[in-house]
C-alpha cells in the first residue's frame, strides 16, 4: 500500500498563488487606510497641541508671538544692536509652551551673555558685480538681485544659530504623512524642521508684512472658529526646507518672498520630486509659496479657537480666502462645511 501524498499539481499551485495574491492584494489598501487615519490623527493631535500653546502664549502676554522678529516687542520687532530678546519664527517663541524650554533657555543664555541673537562678523564682506536673477519654482518665478561678496572676518553664531539650538528636533513639528521628510526630521542637514506654517494673514497685517507686531485675538473680528492660523505643508518643498525655528522665507504660507501677503489655495498631496515645466501655474509638484498636504484628500488647520478640522481640496477660492483673513467681513461659503 503507497502512504505517500500525492505532490501538488502545476494548476494546483498556481490556484494557491493566485488566491495568496487576491488577500494581499485586497489587504494592503486596508492596512494603508489604517496607517493613514492614525496618521491623520497623529497630525491632528499635533495640530491641537500648537493651538493651545497659542492660547496659553496669549493667556500669559495678551497677544500672539510675532509671526518672525524679537519679543518681546519694544515697541517694534525687527533686531537692534545689541538686542538681548529672542529672534526668530512663531515656533522659537512658542518653545516654552511646547515642553521645549531646555532649548529656549539654551538660546536665551547665549543671547544675554553675548548681547546678539543672530550671527554677527566683526568685519562684513561688501557686495559687487551685482545682476538681476530670475529664478523657477514649481508654480512661480522669484526674481532678485545677486551680488558677489568678499570674505567677512571674525563671524560668530549667537541665539537660535548655536550648536545644540539649530539642530534640535521637534517630533511635535512632524507629520507622519509628510513624503518630503527623509532627513530624521532636519532641512539642509543643520535645521530642525517643521511640517506646520502659520497662516500669515492671522499672524500678521499686510500693511507692514514681515515686521509686523503681534495680534490679538480680539483683533480677529471673524471670530477664532472662522480663522485658519496652522495649516500643512512639506518640510522640503522644492529646494526649500521649512525651517521650524525661522518662519520668514522657509514658510510661506500666506506671505511670498516680496512681502506681499497672499490667499493661494493650498496642494492636496503633490509630488514631493517632481519639478513642474518653467511657466507651469498650477503646479503638479510642491509649491514653496503654498501650503501642501501629504494626507489623502484634504488638509488638516487649526482654528484660531484652538479646533482641528480637514479641509477638503473641493473648497472654493472664495471660501479659502475668506478663512484666511481674519478681518475682511465675509461669511464662510457652504463648502466650508462639506
Known amino acids: 500500500m503507497n502512504s505517500k501524498r500525492p505532490a501538488f499539481t502545476l494548476i494546483e499551485l498556481l490556484v494557491v498563488i493566485a488566491i495568496i495574491a487576491i488577500l494581499i492584494a485586497l489587504l494592503v489598501p486596508a492596512v494603508q487606510a489604517v496607517r493613514e487615519s492614525a496618521n491623520r490623527t497623529q497630525c491632528q493631535n499635533n495640530m491641537k497641541q500648537l493651538g493651545i500653546a497659542v492660547h496659553n502664549y496669549h493667556e500669559a502676554f495678551k497677544m500672539m508671538p510675532c509671526y518672525f522678529g524679537c519679543m518681546p516687542p519694544t515697541p517694534y520687532v525687527y533686531p537692534t544692536t545689541p538686542d538681548r530678546r529672542m529672534y526668530g519664527g512663531w515656533f522659537a517663541h512658542l518653545l516654552p509652551f511646547v515642553e521645549q524650554d531646555n532649548v529656549y533657555k539654551l538660546s536665551m543664555a547665549d543671547i544675554s551673555a553675548s548681547g546678539w541673537n543672530q550671527p554677527h562678523c566683526t568685519t562684513n564682506g561688501s557686495g559687487s558685480n551685482c545682476s538681476t536673477v530670475t529664478q523657477n519654482f514649481n508654480g512661480h518665478t522669484y526674481t532678485t538681485v545677486s551680488c558677489t561678496y568678499s570674505s567677512s572676518s571674525g563671524c560668530v553664531n549667537d541665539g537660535i544659530w548655536i550648536d545644540g539650538v539649530h539642530q534640535a528636533t521637534y517630533a511635535l513639528m512632524q507629520c507622519p504623512s509628510d513624503p518630503s521628510n527623509t532627513q530624521n526630521g532636519l532641512v539642509y542637514g543643520y535645521w530642525g524642521s517643521t511640517s506646520y506654517l502659520a497662516n500669515f494673514n492671522a499672524w500678521g497685517d499686510p500693511n507692514y508684512g514681515l515686521w509686523s507686531l503681534p495680534q490679538r485675538f480680539g483683533q480677529m473680528r471673524d471670530g477664532t472658529s472662522n480663522i485658519v492660523l496652522f495649516g500643512e505643508g512639506y518640510a522640503?518643498?522644492?529646494?526649500?526646507?521649512?525651517?521650524?525655528?525661522?518662519?520668514?522665507?522657509?514658510?510661506?504660507?500666506?506671505?511670498?518672498?516680496?512681502?506681499?501677503?497672499?490667499?493661494?489655495?493650498?496642494?492636496?498631496?503633490?509630488?514631493?520630486?517632481?519639478?513642474?515645466?518653467?511657466?507651469?501655474?498650477?503646479?503638479?509638484?510642491c509649491d514653496n509659496w503654498r501650503a501642501q498636504s501629504g494626507h489623502r484628500d484634504g488638509m488638516n488647520v487649526c482654528l484660531a479657537d484652538g479646533s482641528v478640522r480637514r479641509v477638503t481640496p473641493g473648497i472654493s477660492q472664495q471660501t479659502w480666502t475668506n478663512v484666511l483673513l481674519p478681518r475682511d467681513g465675509n461669511p464662510l461659503g457652504p463648502d466650508w462645511n462639506d
Open 236 to 285: 522640503n518643498c522644492d529646494t526649500i526646507g521649512r525651517i521650524a525655528l525661522y518662519s520668514w522665507f522657509y514658510h510661506s504660507f500666506g506671505l511670498d518672498w516680496y512681502n506681499q501677503a497672499n490667499t493661494l489655495m493650498f496642494q492636496d498631496n503633490p509630488d514631493p520630486e517632481y519639478q513642474d515645466p518653467p511657466g507651469t501655474v498650477i503646479a503638479k509638484g
